[in-house]
């Protein structure tokens, strides 16, 4: 089974830019759709972004537009996440999962799972 490990969280201001990173344990290339999902305590877990495997990119809500980035490496079988212009309430877990060729608006139908990076936002 595709293995997903998440990299790059952390503390950061308000403002601030943080660049998470999703490596798979093997190439993704032109089969998996790689979404980014986020938890908050106390919250359920929500869509962020996800590409597809064409690179067609879903954006799951208007919390992170023009803010925050997908892009994916194929050569790398990373996908990552840039956030930008950080705020208190994108402060949570954030996951990567896959799931064959496309995005899906259902959690559920994403098969693999990463365990997870924390993202803080404070001052």
């Known amino acids: 089974q595709l293995q997903l490990v998440e990299s790059g969280g952390g503390l950061v201001q308000p403002g601030g830019s943080l660049r998470l990173s999703c490596a798979a344990s093997?190439?993704?290339?032109?089969?998996?759709?790689i979404g980014w999902f986020r938890q908050a305590p106390g919250k359920e877990r929500e869509g962020v972004l996800c590409?597809?495997?064409?690179?067609?990119?879903?954006n799951y809500g208007d919390s992170v537009k023009g803010r925050f980035t997908i892009s994916r490496d194929k050569a790398k079988n990373t996908v990552d996440l840039q956030m930008n212009s950080l705020k208190p309430e994108d402060t949570a877990v954030y996951y990567c999962?896959?799931?064959?060729?496309?995005?899906?608006?259902?959690?559920?139908?994403?098969?693999?799972w990463g365990q997870g990076t924390q993202v803080t936002v404070s001052s």
């Open positions: 093997r190439s993704i290339g032109d089969y998996y759709a």
């Open positions: 999962a896959a799931r064959g060729y496309d995005c899906s608006v259902y959690a559920d139908r994403f098969g693999s």
């Open positions: 590409i597809s495997s064409s690179g067609v990119i879903l």
